[in-house]
């Protein structure tokens, strides 16, 4: 089992920005794969960025160059770096953690065995 918490999510004005923290306990001596999703109202769940064990690092489209991704292995803690925030990054913000294939880029939520409770990110206009 692995817990996951986040945190760091609040109401912020567009252009701003805001740091998400995800910090695991549990079944963290093995390797991982972890990434952020999001889901705004009426909406599915999104990917929105990946890093893997190895470090390599995706996001979507809609993100890359504002979002980054960072971890402190030591601390078992993902960090989602979030600038020139909009209107429309407005959502719950999750963070979930996958075993399987943990060197590969995986976009698709079921790929993710563990997830966080979520926090709520609003970027006002």
């Known amino acids: 089992q692995v817990q996951l918490v986040e945190s760091g999510g609040g109401l912020v004005q567009a252009g701003g920005s805001l740091r998400l923290s995800c910090a695991a306990s549990?079944?963290?001596?093995?390797?991982?794969?972890m990434a952020w999703f999001r889901q705004a109202p009426e909406k599915e769940r999104e990917f929105v960025g990946v890093?893997?064990?190895?470090?390599?690092?995706d996001y979507v489209d809609s993100v890359k160059g504002r979002f980054t991704i960072s971890r402190d292995i030591a601390k078992n803690t993902v960090y989602l770096q979030m600038n020139t925030l909009k209107p429309e990054d407005t959502a719950v913000y999750y963070c979930?953690?996958?075993?399987?294939?943990?060197?590969?880029?995986?976009?698709?939520?079921?790929?993710?065995?563990?997830w966080g409770q979520g926090t709520q990110v609003i970027v006002s206009s």
């Open positions: 979930a953690v996958g075993f399987s294939n943990f060197r590969n880029i995986l976009t698709d939520a079921r790929d993710y065995d563990f």
């Open positions: 549990g079944r963290t001596t093995s390797r991982y794969r």
């Open positions: 890093i893997t064990w190895t470090g390599n690092r």
